[in-house]
C-alpha cells in the first residue's frame, strides 16, 4: 500500500501471495523491518484516501496479530487497539453489504452490529470474544476458541477471501 504496488489498484489475495512468494528468502530479521516500514508508513496513505483503504487498516492490524501470535505473544488479536479494531470491522462490514451479525462479545458492554440489514437474510449470531470474531472475519485459525456461531459458517465470515 505504501509502495502502491496494487494490482490495477486493487488489493487481492494474489497480490499478497505474490509479496510472500518474493520474500521466501529473506531473514526473519528482514521481513520484520520491511514489515515495521510499512506500518509506519500506512497510517498516512489510510488516513489520506478518505475510508478507501479503510478495510486495509484492518488488514494491518490482522497482520500485527500475525506476527505477534508467530513470536508467541500471548493475547495476540487482542491488546490496547481491540476496541478500535472491532469498530473498524462493524465499518468494513457495513460499507461493503456484508451478511448481517449480532455479536454478543464477552468483553465489551453492547452488542455489535456487522454487516448489512437487507431483508434477505436475519443477523446470524455470534457470541464470544472480540479477538476470536475478528479472527473469524480475518479468516484466522481459532482453534481451541470458545464461541457460538449460528446462521452463518465461519467461511461466510471472511471478508479477506484467504
Known amino acids: 500500500m505504501v509502495e502502491n504496488r496494487f494490482e490495477a489498484g486493487v488489493f487481492s489475495p494474489a497480490s499478497n501471495e505474490r509479496d510472500i512468494a518474493e520474500r521466501g528468502d529473506w531473514s ?17 496513505v489510510i488516513a489520506g484516501a478518505g475510508g478507501l483503504l479503510d478495510i486495509l487498516a484492518l488488514g494491518e492490524w490482522v497482520h500485527a496479530g500475525d506476527v505477534r501470535e508467530a513470536l508467541g505473544v500471548p493475547g495476540a488479536y487482542a491488546g490496547p487497539g481491540l476496541p478500535y479494531a472491532l469498530d473498524l470491522l462493524a465499518h468494513v462490514t457495513g460499507g461493503t453489504g456484508h451478511l448481517p451479525l449480532h455479536a454478543d462479545l464477552d468483553d465489551a458492554d453492547e452488542p455489535l452490529r456487522l454487516g448489512k440489514v437487507s431483508g434477505e437474510r436475519p443477523p446470524a449470531r455470534y457470541i464470544g470474544d472480540g479477538p476470536t470474531l475478528l479472527r473469524l ?26
Do not use: C, H, K, W
Request: a negative charge; glycine letters at 18%.
Open 28 to 44: 526473519d530479521q528482514r521481513v520484520v523491518d520491511e514489515l515495521e516500514r510499512g506500518m509506519t508508513g500506512a497510517g498516512p
Open 137 to 162: 472475519y480475518a479468516g484466522r485459525p481459532v482453534d481451541g476458541a470458545s464461541y457460538e456461531l449460528a446462521g452463518v459458517s465461519a467461511g461466510e465470515l471472511n471478508i479477506f477471501g484467504e
